[in-house]
């Protein structure tokens, strides 16, 4: 079973369940698109929303050794 948590971006904003989590689980990063949707063109909203994704991964740091590790303290 995987144990991580989605980025904002990572949801299916095609699925009402999934936005409801995304939502829910980031209620004022959602409450900002939703001004942004408002103040912003479509057009620039779907660029900025691309542009941020794409930046969201870069910041995921690839774990270049699989196994499983205990880590001891």
């Keep these: ?5 989605k980025s904002f971006y990572d949801f299916n904003l095609s699925s009402p369940q999934e936005r409801q989590e995304r939502n ?3 209620p ?9 949707r408002e103040e912003m063109s479509e057009e620039e909203y779907q660029e900025f929303y691309r542009a941020e994704k794409d ?3 870069n910041l995921m740091i690839p774990n270049p050794n699989p196994k ?3 880590i001891r303290m």
């Design 1 to 5: 079973m995987k144990n991580f948590v």
């Design 24 to 26: 829910q689980l980031y």
């Design 28 to 36: 004022e990063l959602a409450k900002f698109h939703i001004a942004l």
């Design 55 to 57: 930046a969201a991964k």
């Design 68 to 70: 499983p590790q205990w």
